[in-house]
């Protein structure tokens, strides 16, 4: 099994902002490039833009659906809370809601998230489930989350603003791990931010004269909208649609945006910050600097692309092609097919972001054919969010999506712990052997082919009923097993099912199985897990 970090657009972003925030002068200085005096005043160097943070969110729910294995254990205030919110939900009839709390077939549960440092309304997050303190649930597995608020930290039971909303399948991780935490769970992308960011810049010395100059700089370098004076102390501003995917440079290039401009301190500028491309100390920043000053830029820029350090190409190059000049896709492209580059996935990204979308869609899906796994993962990341025909998406027992990759080299299931749930089947169709008996880990879940049959016969035992769910047939290919374990099962009617129903960390777990007895000639790959319990203090 090998364990391999997915989602690389959001990865990336958290590292690009990371790196750009640190190591500014002063709390909730934003970085600039030079502090030279003689290439004029920066935005930075009259004001502080607020560091954009990540914001620990918190609430409690109520997970239903569990199959007797759930709490009636509530602390009163939370049982107060939760009955006034749950009515707020509802019209007509109400509901017994202390019978509701006290059932077997549900439990009260903490929720705690982290929203992104520069979120936009609907944005989508992982978090993490657990039982309140003194529950005595056994498995959260396979329950629903009902809707739930998150609030600041803190905050959970107060009438504070309500920063976000959280409803899904809890998943809990059995893969890779002897005895599993069954009642640890997440819901996977449900979290949805309830507002966008709004940033603040804040003048060290309030006079209208500065924030009018600031606010009016901004428009004109980024669009009408961008940035508004709020007082003599304050300007507010937005992300432009344009840099929607690239918020945290935009931020960074607000800071470094110069405030008045003359031929003379254009060239200075341009030279000086062309020359720091190649201070490692400088780089980063030198390269967001010149984007700010737009394409005036890119004369310069354009004499780098043929620079013999790779580092200092590619960012000329991203820099040319963020501005709208298609000289730095060449340069790009050849960094990204370079199975000898270290700074691939760099340069796929910035393709992807800035880059026309066909030619940057032709290359993508060049590059799930590529002999480096991690480039696969990352071409097959972009194409999802580029909703590219490469990759075939269908949504799965209302809980997670199946999708397949047709156009690569490579045979594999991948399964994400992180971001919307998913079950990825690279080369597919992938076919299973015949002759073929596979459990999931409590046994309670059967796959049985038998030699030369073209089918396999499923079924489901589920704890504390008598009897099994099943047969259901399906076809030897792994998405056509995942379908057929997954499929919600009729609620009324006669007839066999169509599947048996169970919950994508159950599939997680089953598939799991099928890759380590070898009934699949494919690879297992697992994205990570939220890492929400290393950000948030206990």
């Not at 970085?31 to 003689?38: L, M």
């Not at 504070?160 to 959280?166: E, I």
């Not at 896709?329 to 992807?352: F, K």
């Not at 049959?453 to 008598?466: C, E, M, P, W």
């Amino acid at each position: 099994m090998k364990s391999l970090w997915g989602h690389w657009m959001l990865r990336a972003s958290l590292l690009l902002a990371a790196a750009l925030l640190a190591g500014c002068g002063g709390k909730g200085r934003m970085a600039e490039p030079g502090d030279d005096p003689e290439l004029g005043q920066t935005v930075a160097s009259v004001a502080e833009i607020k560091r954009p943070e990540q914001a620990v969110v918190e609430g409690y729910g109520l997970v239903g659906g569990l199959p007797g294995t759930g709490s009636s254990i509530c602390p009163t205030g939370v049982r107060r809370y939760l009955k006034s919110y749950i009515l707020r939900q509802l019209s007509g009839t109400t509901p017994d809601l202390d019978a509701l709390i006290d059932s077997k077939n549900t439990a009260v549960v903490q929720l705690v998230g982290l929203i992104p440092a520069l979120p936009s309304k609907d944005d989508r997050f992982d978090v993490r489930v657990r039982p309140v303190d003194g529950s005595d649930a056994t498995s959260l597995r396979g329950g629903w989350l009902y809707e739930a608020e998150l609030r600041g930290q803190g905050a959970a039971q107060t009438r504070s603003r309500v920063l976000a909303r959280v409803e899904g399948a809890v998943f809990v991780n059995t893969i890779g791990t002897a005895e599993p935490s069954l009642t640890d769970g997440y819901v996977l992308g449900g979290g949805a931010v309830g507002y966008d960011y709004a940033g603040r810049i804040r003048l060290r010395r309030g006079e209208y004269t500065v924030a009018n100059t600031i606010r009016n700089r901004l428009n004109e370098r980024y669009g009408a909208g961008t940035a508004q004076a709020i007082s003599a102390e304050e300007i507010g501003f937005v992300i432009p649609p344009a840099y929607r995917n690239r918020k945290a440079r935009f931020v960074v290039m607000l800071a470094t945006t110069y405030l008045t401009e003359t031929p003379e301190l254009l060239t200075k500028r341009i030279d000086a910050l062309i020359a720091g491309l190649g201070v490692p100390e400088q780089a980063e920043r030198s390269e967001i600097g010149l984007e700010a000053i737009g394409r005036s830029s890119l004369p310069k820029l354009a004499a780098v692309l043929d620079d013999p350090r790779e580092a200092l190409r590619l960012r000329a190059a991203r820099c040319m092609l963020n501005l709208g000049d298609d000289r730095g896709w060449s340069a790009l492209q050849a960094i990204a097919e370079d199975p000898d580059s270290a700074l691939r996935l760099e340069a796929l990204e910035a393709i992807v972001q800035a880059g026309q979308r066909n030619p940057a869609a032709a290359l993508t899906r060049r590059l799930l054919r590529d002999d480096d796994v991690r480039v696969v993962l990352a071409a097959y990341e972009h194409l999802r969010e580029m909703q590219d025909m490469a990759v075939r998406q269908e949504f799965i027992g209302r809980s997670f999506y199946l999708e397949q990759v047709v156009q690569t080299n490579r045979r594999a299931i991948f399964v994400a712990r992180s971001g919307a749930p998913r079950v990825v089947v690279f080369g597919a169709p992938l076919a299973c052997r015949d002759n073929l008996f596979i459990e999931s880990p409590d046994g309670h879940i059967v796959i049985d082919s038998r030699a030369g049959q073209d089918y396999a016969s499923l079924t489901r035992r589920v704890a504390g009923r008598q009897g099994v769910i099943g047969p259901v047939r399906s076809g030897l290919t792994v998405s056509e097993i995942t379908r057929a374990l997954a499929a919600e099962r009729p609620r009324t009617g006669g007839g066999s099912p169509v599947g048996l129903g169970i919950s994508y960390s159950e599939v997680t777990a089953v598939l799991e199985q099928l890759s380590a007895k070898e009934g699949v000639a494919a690879d297992f790959w697992v994205g990570p897990l939220p890492k929400i319990g290393l950000l948030v203090k206990k």
